[in-house]
Each structure stands twice: as C-alpha cells, then as structure tokens.
C-alpha cells in the first residue's frame, strides 16, 4: 500500500481507428516496421475510445497492470517494449535539459489501469487505441513531449495511427532503426464533416490474431510482396488525394478495393487465412446492390482481421442504408438496441430498393451497429474524479 502522496497521476483517453489503405505485414517484428504504408480515418470517442490511467509514486515495487479491471502479466514482451521506449525518451529528454520537472520519475515504477468503452469481443481494434492511450498517458506521466509513434507502434502497429485525430498515414519509412516510420496526420477531424462510419458487429472473435497471420502472410505470399511494391504506393497518394478533395465515390471505391485486396493476401497465404464470414459476404454484396441501384458509389464497406464490417456513408445516406441492414438482417426482440451511437432518424425502404437488394432475409446476422463520425485524437482529462487508480495505486471499485 501507498504511503506517500503519488508523484503523479495521469488520465487519458485514446479513439479507434480504421485503415482504408491496410497495415499487413512487417519486415522488422522487433521493432514494428510495416512492408508498406497505411492511412486511416480516426473514430469519434464519443462511441468508442480507451481511457487509461498512469501513477507512479516512489513507493511502488514493481510495474502492474489492469486491463478493463483485470490485473495482466505486465512481462508481456510488447507492454515491456513500449515502457523501455518511454523510459529511454524520458531519460534522453532529462540529460538534454537543465533541470527535470520529476527528477525521480524514471527511477519510480508505475501502475496502469486501462478500460474500453466498447466490448473487446467485438473483434474491434481495441488493441490500436489501447496502446495509443497507454504511450500517450506514460508520456504525460514521464514529462516526454517528443514524437510518440515509434512507442505506440512497439505496442502494435496500427496504434501509431490512435496518436492522431482525422485522417492519419503511418509512413512505412525506409530507416533500419525505424526512426523514420511514423504517423502523420493528413487532414484533422473537421475537414470532412459529412463522413459517418458504421459498425456492423457480428460479435464473432477473430480466430487468427494479426501478428501470426500478417507474418504467415509475409512468409509465404507472393501477392501480399506485390501489393505492398507494386500497389500501395500508387494508392497511399490517390487516397491522400480523394480525402483532400472529399471525392466520397473514389475514396469508397479505394477503401473497398483495398480490404478486398488485403483479404485475397490472406487467402493467398499458405495455409491460407479467411477472416471474412457468411454474414460479412452478404454485407459485402448489400452494398454493391445499394451502390448499383442509386448507379453512384454512395456507401464503402472495409473489415480487418475479423468478421465485423466497417462502412463509410456520407450523412443523408445513413438513414437509407440502415433501413436496408435492418431489412437484410432484422433484428428481432432487441430492436430497441439495434442502433447505438448517433441518432439516426427513421427511414422507410422503398419497395424498389428491397428489390434491388434481393436478399432472403438472415435474422439475427448483425446483433447491432455502432453509428459514429470521424473524431479527434488523444486527450487528458483533467478532473482527478477521471483517475481509474486511486491514492494508493489501485483500481477504484468502478474500474
Ligand atoms: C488488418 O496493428 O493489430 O487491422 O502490429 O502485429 O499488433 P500488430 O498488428 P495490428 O494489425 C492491424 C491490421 C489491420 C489493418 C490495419 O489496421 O491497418
């Protein structure tokens, strides 16, 4: 138990992203560095964010955390890389200055207490904005103001992309150290305002996590080598292009063009990888029929490594679509909870697009949608009710 005051105590909260050009693949495991470039759109933390808690007093023996309330093996090889990272920065930032704003800081140990506002199960990535939230927090905590890519990263890939609200590119960088391969943001969270991004959870676990299947992937598939040379390039400018310019049909046709191409790489993988169910083929077939029968691409589906769609509409198309999941996939008795996130006003299918969609009915397929926008990146909360730990360093009772 604590007997002293804490040296500090830090809380922050970290968003979701999701690629739209995808991350697969590593040519550095140790040190996280991707085969290619990557860009995504951050998710609003109204509907889903990670807050984290960071404390570190004198009187602390030994690293611990609680992930969502559960005390987690801190000796985790990637918890570990990302607090070797931030102690070194910390290090590195106190010799080049006179004096350090917490001169025993880096000798203290430090308790961390994370939660997510969203379930795990969901097969979102949660794993993204965990370890934004967790590198971002340890830099407030540590007094490290410099850039934070290359922790998060160590955590996992995609989270260097959690460190910034918007639009964000990872660029894969060319450097053996990595130095080099950090996220950017392209445009900030207000400069498409339009955009809304819908979760389509089909509450499955993924069966295959990223890090084996991207480095299956990486060992044996000729086509992931290609597109990662050959392909994302030319796309990591065009999508850069189409979201500067908001041209909402070639940034959906790219989005879906680029899942699909990442998903024929895990089918190309030996033994191969398939991701993608039953329930994802019909979401996947819903929005080209959607798509056909307006002749405009008004609606993009992409999935990760899981089931679960993710799709970009634009605002006066969302009460449409929605009506046609809720046709394709009617949710029985939990309708009052099919929809959660931002309101969506009721709108009624027009007999013609029930036609055009031709689809027998699969209830049940999606048990809900999480209807959110692009938002902005990382945040410290300020009020000391936030902290998930308490004075002595351990969870609160509601954490
Ligand atoms: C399919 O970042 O989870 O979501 O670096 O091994 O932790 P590790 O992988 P991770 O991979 C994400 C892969 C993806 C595509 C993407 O987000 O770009």
Not at 81 to 103: F, M, Q, T, V, Y
Not at 157 to 178: I, K, N
Not at 187 to 198: D, G, I, K, Q
Request: charged letters at 20%.
């Amino acid at each position: 138990m604590a007997s002293e005051k804490p040296l500090a105590a830090v809380t922050c909260t970290a968003p979701v992203n999701i690629a739209v050009i995808k991350y697969w693949g590593k040519r550095d495991e140790e040190l996280v560095l991707p085969i290619n470039s990557s860009l995504s759109v951050t998710l609003h933390q109204d509907q889903l964010k990670t807050t984290t808690t960071a404390v570190i007093s004198k009187d602390f023996t030994e690293d611990r955390i609680w992930l969502n309330g559960r005390e987690e093996d801190v000796g985790q090889p990637r918890l570990q890389a990302c607090l070797r990272e931030i102690r070194c920065l910390a290090r590195k930032r106190r010799n080049s200055r006179d004096g350090d704003p917490l001169p025993s800081s880096l000798s203290c140990k430090v308790h961390v207490a994370s939660v997510n506002n969203f379930p795990t199960a969901a097969g979102l990535a949660s794993s993204a904005a965990g370890y934004a939230c967790l590198a971002y927090t340890l830099a407030r905590v540590y007094g490290v103001e410099s850039d934070l890519s290359e922790v998060a990263r160590r955590g996992s890939g995609s989270a260097c992309r959690s460190l910034y609200g918007g639009f964000v590119e990872w660029q894969m960088g060319e450097q053996a150290d990595g130095k080099d391969s950090i996220a950017r943001q392209v445009a900030p969270e207000s400069h498409w305002p339009e955009l809304r991004v819908l979760i389509l959870v089909s509450a499955e676990k993924k069966l295959t996590g990223s890090t084996v299947g991207m480095r299956a992937s990486v060992e044996t598939s000729p086509l992931l080598r290609f597109r990662a040379e050959s392909v994302v390039p030319a796309r990591m400018a065009e999508m850069a292009r189409c979201i500067r310019e908001r041209d909402f049909p070639s940034f959906a046709q790219l989005t879906m063009k680029d899942s699909n191409q990442f998903h024929a790489t895990c089918l190309d993988t030996f033994p191969p990888i398939s991701y993608l169910n039953a329930i994802s083929w019909r979401i996947i077939h819903l929005v080209h029929r959607f798509n056909a029968h307006h002749g405009d691409t008004k609606v993009a589906y992409t999935f990760d490594a899981g089931p679960n769609a993710v799709i970009f509409t634009l605002d006066d198309t969302v009460a449409e679509f929605v009506a046609a999941v809720w046709h394709g996939f009617p949710p029985g008795s939990n309708g009052d909870t099919f929809l959660k996130g931002l309101q969506v006003r009721p709108a009624p299918l027009s007999a013609e697009l029930q036609a055009a969609l031709a689809m027998e009915p699969t209830p049940g397929g999606v048990k809900y949608i999480i209807v959110t926008q692009v938002g902005p990146g990382p945040q410290i909360l300020d009020d000391p009710c936030a902290h998930l730990l308490g004075p002595d360093g351990l969870p609160k009772p509601a954490a």
